[in-house]
């Protein structure tokens, strides 16, 4: 069964948890780097309450436009707010076994330490992502419900935000960027050094 495609750019949020590799302060000027999945595969998300439908997405659904597209990570869907993007090596995007894969190296900017805050307390995890549909089908459940299948996409952004509209995915926060691992790495270093001096 087919039915008609809205119009215009559709978005779609997961809700995320979190996890902290490591537990050291943060440094500052380097926010770190959020690692995760932005959608899940052949999950059934339930966009009823928003007077639509089931949906899920297809494997290979990402793959042409993480090809070819230059993707933006912003916050809150916001022009106003690029995180990173994937022209300029501060976003990475892949399809793994799970779902879309995304790595977004956080800017040095007051709303990239405000967003690694917010994290870290918890008060932001979810993430959204902004996308055309290309190509998708339609099904019927076995309680009657419309499926959804998104089959391809073009994305536009992959992105964390205050209000997500689903819950499926995962989101790590890394205090990761190669140079605050080489900062955290020599002060774990001094301090091993210090107590062993204590010893």
Known sequence: MSTPRGPGRERRAVTVSFSFELRAKPIVGAPGVLAGHAAVFDVISDLRGQGQFLEKVARGAFKDSIRKDDIRALFNHSPNHVLARKGAGTLTLAEDSKGLAVEI???????????????????????????DCLDDDWSHDSEGNRVRTLRKVKLYDASPVTFPAYPQTDLAFRWATAGARRMINLELMRRQLELLAVG
């Open 105 to 131: 190296d956080l800017p040095s900017t007051q709303l990239g330490r405000d967003l690694a805050e917010w994290i870290r307390r918890g008060d932001i995890n979810e993430m959204s992502f902004g996308f």
